[in-house]
């Protein structure tokens, strides 16, 4: 499993892995933010804890076509497959190295990120809070989806369609911990509700994943 | 260690491919099938080595016991040679690399990236995974594909050595390997097509 773990991390720094092109992206959508929407701070801070967190998710989304779909196309998954290990664990390791290579340096640029778009200050404990606590389930629903169009060819944009719906209930509790807590206000409970979503989402989703996937291997 | 099928059919796509098939491979022995394009052959391995599930019958002794090789070899071509069989060999929980490039001829190309490779350099690397594996039943779907003579004979030395220590082999391949094998034409297996039977006598 380490070895797995190890050999996507590898993949994803090595030339062509798309290691930060996620965190490229989110940067670039931040920084048009004030291009469409003007200048003015007040704006920018009311509109910044939702931007941020949509501006994360789609970077997560961006980055999900190639958690599977490279390991089809030249066999690995097929070999992985016969392997000892159980699929359950493959595509688990799978969501934990996509969470690596991409949700956690999300989590890292984004109060970075949230300076651009005037963040109140209050706001930055619990953007990085909600985003470390939702980028998780976001790889995992993420492999979930990618596992349901491994061997489509071209099967990103579907994808996209598929997991996005999938996303709303962690986009919807997770941005407004950010908005509760830039604006002051008490976060418990869309904060326990973001953190039942993605304990749900790790526990469950990877049977389901691994299931869906020896199905499309056939 | 005995790998068993019996009254074996196999389905692609939903539909049947091959029908009633039984065979069965002990250790020591390796069995190659044979048969036109299209008949089936890569169906039944993947179904063997466990895929895929059978449409009727049974595949006994495969589970765990299996290392598969199928047209693509699961390579990735930014890293070396070396790391791409250290990676197998981990997953199947074993180390030592260096006999399996030993018996493909790979200790010159292990620094060497697999994307740099020529297709021959590839598939003996591809081959060179099964060596790492430690697993007794090798299924190899073509394994030839791409090889030069010279290749082809190190494979043979390779799947000789592995029956020697107790292994089996049940390969898909048109060439003579030059093996002590027994051959399995899978042609006259070949599924009938179903019987239509949509006549409905209420109807008259």
Redesign the interface.
Known sequence: M???LL?DL??AL????GFGLGLAFFLIVTVMVPFSVGPQSELLARIAPGVLWLGALLACLLSLDRLLALDW????L????????PLESTVTIKALAHWITTGLPLVMAAPVLGVLLNLPAAGFQWLVISLLLGTPALSVIGTFGAALTVGLKRGGLLMSLLVMPLYVPTLIFGSEVARRGAEGMAVQTPLLLLAGISAASIALLPFASAAVLRVN?? | MTLTVTDLSVARGGIPVLEGLSFSLASGKALILRGPNGIGKTTLLRTVAGLQPPLRGQVEGAEDQIAYAAHSDGLKPTLTVAENLTFWASVFGRNGIEQALDGFDLQTLRDRQAGALSAGQKRRLGLSRMLVTGRPVWIMDEPTVSLDTASVAMFANAVRAHLGQGGSALIATHIDLGLEAEVLDVGPYKAKPPEIDDFDGDFL
Do not use: F, V
């Open positions: 380490i070895a797995l050999r590898k993949l090595r030339a062509g892995g196309e030249d066999g690995s097929d070999l992985l497959a016969t392997a000892p290990l291997l056939r």
